[in-house]
């Protein structure tokens, strides 16, 4: 389940590292800066249509099972993969060229909205007694697995192919690689056992949708709050490889390592999330969130310091997104328990599609806008500390439902774990 999850995500977000190269292929102009933007307002077009696909593919999964909508996700994902890997460049087709461009990147996007629900309710509904943030952190992992392999790939390419190579076609490698394993995750899927029986299920998916709206509506309000947080946290670390190139003026072979150890540290603070299960999952949040609030400022002004080594970079960098990820370990489970069963799949999809698309899906593009406007690299601090403080605040309101408690409870070890 976990391969097929990495999969979706390194499909969606590998294109981010690749954004100067698919600017320069796929949008035409002599300006730099243009073609960057032209680049991250299409990587911005997959989160359109998330919505649409958490909705869709959300209650799909709350009516015929995680497993069926699982399986559906994955194959929409390599599709759209093939087309970004295979697709000629502006020069040799035309206009047609960021068209086809623009049409995978919809489907992509509909796709990933429709993943993280699915495949966090089945984490959720599958986890072993006391188990469950630490089971609903792989959601957490195999994004960041998703991102480490995109980075590694970047960190590969500017190692063995030089700039000509690397803008001319060794950007299409990534997607080729993702496409290759997609029959894997395909069959790992269909292997599953399903988390949710026929009585537990409404009978339709528009039952689905106004149970949600009736009686669920400030969960997710909340939960759009906390996604923002994470998610513009998330672009603007997913963004670093972008930024070290134009704006700190690094090689890229800087910049993409700078996006691979930050990674490995988050992998590492993911894993200190998992504490929940003894401290509380809103405690915990509400603390790493705090915490992660007051660094993000003087990090940044080390980052952004002329006089700062490389090895200072690295290690601020790397502890700064450490302290980001401890959250993360907790966040999936803290969410889904704040939905009961039968909407638990359309409730998360929902929620973190709405917070995807309408904060990180503009974040890239808004922050190299405000950087080029106002001259200033700590735009990316600024904007990081606004979706902090928001996140706090959706922390605090929300509160687990009480059939999540109760299915908590009945899993939990002799020491109950505090929701």
């Known amino acids: 389940m976990i391969i097929g999850n990495w999969l979706e995500f390194y499909d969606f977000l590998v294109f981010a590292f690749f954004a100067v190269m698919i600017g320069r292929a796929f949008f035409p102009g002599e300006s730099e800066i243009t073609r960057l933007l032209s ?12 919505p649409l696909g958490a909705a869709m593919i959300g209650t799909y999964a709350d009516r015929k099972g995680r497993r069926a909508a699982m399986t ?7 599709a759209a993969s093939a087309i970004m890997a295979l697709t000629p460049t502006y020069d040799q087709i035309g206009v047609a060229a960021p068209i086809i461009l623009v049409v995978a990147r919809l489907i992509q996007g509909f796709s990933c909205g429709g993943e993280v629900g699915p495949a966090t309710t089945y984490l959720l509904e599958s986890a072993p007694p006391g188990k469950r943030a630490a089971m609903t952190a792989w959601q957490a992992y195999s994004q960041l697995m998703a991102l480490i392999s995109g980075s590694l790939a970047g960190v590969i390419l500017t190692a063995i192919l030089s700039e000509e190579q690397l803008y001319a076609w060794g950007w299409r490698i990534p997607f080729l690689l993702g496409i290759v394993i997609a029959p894997v995750a395909l069959y790992i899927r269909r292997q599953l056992p399903e988390t949710i029986e026929p009585s537990e299920t409404h009978s339709s998916a528009r039952a689905v949708l106004a149970d949600l709206v009736r009686h669920h509506a400030r969960p997710v309000l909340f939960g759009v709050l906390i996604i923002c947080g994470g998610t513009i946290a998330t672009y603007v670390f997913t963004y670093l490889t972008t930024y070290a190139i134009t704006t700190l003026k690094l090689s890229a072979a800087v910049g993409t390592t700078l996006a691979l150890t930050g990674y490995l540290a988050q992998a590492a603070g993911v894993t200190l999330g998992v504490w929940s299960e003894r401290f509380g999952r809103k405690r915990m949040l509400v603390a790493m969130r705090v915490l992660f609030a007051l ?3 003087p990090a940044y002004v080390m980052l952004t310091s002329p006089d700062a080594s490389l090895a200072a970079i690295l290690v601020v960098n790397m502890a700064l997104q450490a302290t980001f990820a401890t959250g993360m370990g907790t966040i ?3 969410l889904a328990e704040a939905f009961p069963k039968a909407v638990r799949s359309s409730g ?9 698309t309408i904060f990180g899906g503009t974040t890239q593009f808004v ?6 406007r106002t001259g200033s690299p700590m735009v990316p601090a600024w904007y990081m500390l606004a979706a902090t403080f928001a996140a706090i605040a959706g922390v605090a309101l929300l509160k687990p439902h009480p059939e999540a408690v109760r299915e908590h409870l009945a899993h939990a070890t002799p020491s109950p774990a505090r929701a």
């Open 348 to 356: 998360l999809s929902i929620l973190y599609a709405l917070g995807t």
């Open 72 to 78: 559906l996700t994955l194959l929409m994902m390599a």
């Open 367 to 372: 922050v190299a806008w405000l950087i080029d």
């Open 39 to 50: 680049a991250l307002a299409t990587f911005g077009v997959g989160f359109f249509t998330r």
């Open 295 to 297: 660094l993000i400022y």
């Open 332 to 334: 999936y489970a803290f």
